[in-house]
């Protein structure tokens, strides 16, 4: 190789450069409307969730392992705590019931990461509520887009892209909360990729750290852009180098990484973000859907002698096996990926949100009994990751068949929950948290209205 050509190999822009260099010169004011309103929707979907969590034991174990205190806030929680702290129990909370967003065609958990660490870095540092919801609203589409990169590969090497992925886009989100220099953003999202973590052992038996998952990345993505902002570097190819986040966390997969450079600051891949309405595995959605219908239907539980479901390869290694741990799930937790449970549960309460995942609910012989009843066939034209659908076929003991469908995910872009729909289920988790209506609402105008903040002082409206 030339000396000319190892100049042009060393000096050209890698793949986080060509991203920041299409997002960062975008302010508040360039952005869509639409990506706006999804933003602030996220926000206070996630206050929400952090208020539901926030007395449930793995939470209080977590903020009992903050040795020291600062100023940041934690929601739901009375003490002020350090940034990195506040960071990580915000995003464990929003994470911790499994009620937080997600993203139709390349699945994972988006919000949950990002703002943690830029609301702990607007705290912190004095930032605007502007400030705070560009970089919230980069960070999004950071995760949005960097998990676009290789679809299904970190999977299935073993890690949890929330965890891997995560990291990533915090330090996106944090360092431009901060406003970092253009070098300090590269070198942020360098470090990330050393900071990323998360596998998937969690599955065998619900254990909580899935739920640490986000708010590891978040503390890491925070740390990871004040590190950068204080000098400390990381490598510019942290992307694309033969020893970097992709070979590592995705070995063997052919990275698609146009999704980092085509459209970007022109197409808002944030403003598709999905919202649940049940508090339980996101595919599992439709199908819970088929057996409320059922159930309204008049059909009785004893009058079925089995359901079979056409359902995605995708969806069985998570979901549905091994069926025999999912048909008896040990815990209210595990029981939110065991898709046999969250529909006999739908089934017989019509609905799927908080109350439906108590350990005492996991017990409920009438709800067991209807799940081993729930099997599987894999359809080989479904249509996962890029559609989440719904199918059950009911034979009932008298020989009749029954079969119902439903078409997409509830909540996601096919059929998107209202604003109003959204803050309904905030009060919902705020009052399941313990939370008095006048506190939510003081919370709520704080989260509507971040655009118009001077700093973030009213977040101490979460110390309660």
Not at 418 to 427: M, P, Q
């Amino acid at each position: 190789m030339t000396i000319a050509a190892q100049k042009t190999e060393s000096t050209a822009d890698s793949v986080s450069e060509t991203f920041l260099d299409a997002l960062m010169p975008r302010e508040l004011g360039d952005l869509p409307r639409k990506a706006l309103d999804v933003a602030v929707n996220d926000l206070f979907d996630m206050a929400g969730n952090c208020l539901a969590a926030r007395q449930t034991d793995y939470m209080r174990a977590l903020v009992a392992s903050c040795e020291d205190s600062g100023i940041c806030s934690a929601i739901g929680h009375a003490a002020p705590l350090r940034a990195a702290d506040a960071a990580m129990i915000n995003g464990t909370g929003t994470h911790g019931e499994d009620f937080d967003d997600t993203l139709e065609g390349a699945p994972i958990r988006v919000g949950a990461m990002v703002i943690p660490a830029a609301l702990a870095a607007g705290e912190r540092f004095g930032g605007s509520g502007a400030d705070t919801l560009r970089g919230i609203i980069f960070g999004l589409e950071a995760i949005c887009r960097l998990n676009h990169v290789a679809p299904g590969a970190i999977h299935k090497a073993g890690f949890h892209p929330v965890g891997v992925i995560g990291a990533l886009g915090a330090s996106i989100a944090a360092g431009t909360t901060l406003r970092l220099t253009r070098a300090q953003m590269v070198n942020a999202i360098g470090i990330a990729g050393s900071l990323s973590s998360g596998i998937l052992e969690y599955l065998t038996d619900g254990a909580w750290t899935k739920r640490l998952h986000p708010g590891w990345a978040a503390q890491s993505g925070l740390r990871a852009a004040l590190m950068a902002q204080a000098g400390y570097n990381g490598p510019r190819t942290v992307l694309e180098g033969p020893h970097g986040f992709f070979s590592a966390f995705a070995h063997g997969a052919a990275p698609r990484f146009g999704y980092l450079s085509d459209q970007v600051g022109e197409h808002w891949l944030m403003e598709d973000i999905a919202f649940k309405p049940y508090a339980c595995g996101t595919m599992i959605h439709p199908y819970i859907d088929c057996m409320i219908r059922l159930a309204a239907s008049g059909v009785a539980a004893d009058d079925i002698q089995s359901i079979t479901c056409e359902t995605g390869e995708g969806l069985v290694n998570r979901l549905w096996e091994p069926l025999a741990a999912k048909h008896l799930p040990p815990s209210g937790y595990a029981a939110k990926f065991s898709m046999p449970f969250c529909m006999a549960v739908g089934f017989f309460d019509r609905a799927a949100g908080l109350e439906q995942f108590s350990d005492e609910k996991a017990r409920d012989p009438r709800i067991l009994a209807l799940a081993k009843r729930i099997s599987y066939v894999i359809d080989p034209d479904n249509e996962y990751p890029v559609n989440y659908s719904g199918h059950i076929k009911v034979t009932l003991r008298g020989g009749n068949v029954v079969e119902l469908r439903q078409p997409h995910m509830r909540g996601g872009r096919r059929e998107p929950l209202s604003r109003e729909e959204l803050i309904r289920k905030y009060h919902d988790n705020a009052v399941y948290g313990g939370w008095q209506r006048p506190d939510a609402e003081r919370l709520l105008d704080f989260c509507l209205n971040i655009a118009d903040q001077q700093d973030l002082g009213g977040l101490k409206a979460a110390r309660i």
